[in-house]
């Protein structure tokens, strides 16, 4: 088993800016970020490869619409997992959720990760 501790999430103001953490256990071979806004589907943000087996092995990967304004990170003494959102826009709001998978990469469809974090919530007021 995996467990996941996110932090991080906040109030901010529109163009602010925040860092979420993710804290892992245990072995990983991807973790990602994704998120959820009220209403709608949960989406991927961005994912990193954390397993050394892999032959992307610390390389990072972004959702399309994401790219720009997020960075993904990963601290590799500490097995945490970065976010750092700049820009933030009110569409942004959402429950930011870790995932992490011992598996696959690449990939966005939630099935492919086993393991998910509680979430934090990230809301940008106009």
Known sequence: QVQLVESGGGSVQ????????????????????????PG????????????????????????????GRFTISRD?????????????KAEDTAKYYCAADRRRCGSWHTDNFDFWG???QVTVSS
């Not at 590799?76 to 933030?88: H, I, R, V």
């Open 14 to 37: 529109a163009g602010g800016s925040l860092r979420l953490s993710c804290a892992a256990s245990g072995y990983t071979y991807c973790m990602a970020w994704f998120r959820q806004a």
């Open 40 to 67: 709608k589907e949960r989406e991927g943000v961005a994912g990193f490869y954390t397993g050394g087996d892999s032959a992307y092995y610390d390389s990072a990967y972004y959702a399309d619409s994401m790219k």
């Open 76 to 88: 590799n003494a500490k097995n945490t997992l970065y976010l750092q959102m700049n820009s933030l």
């Open 118 to 120: 509680q979430g934090t």
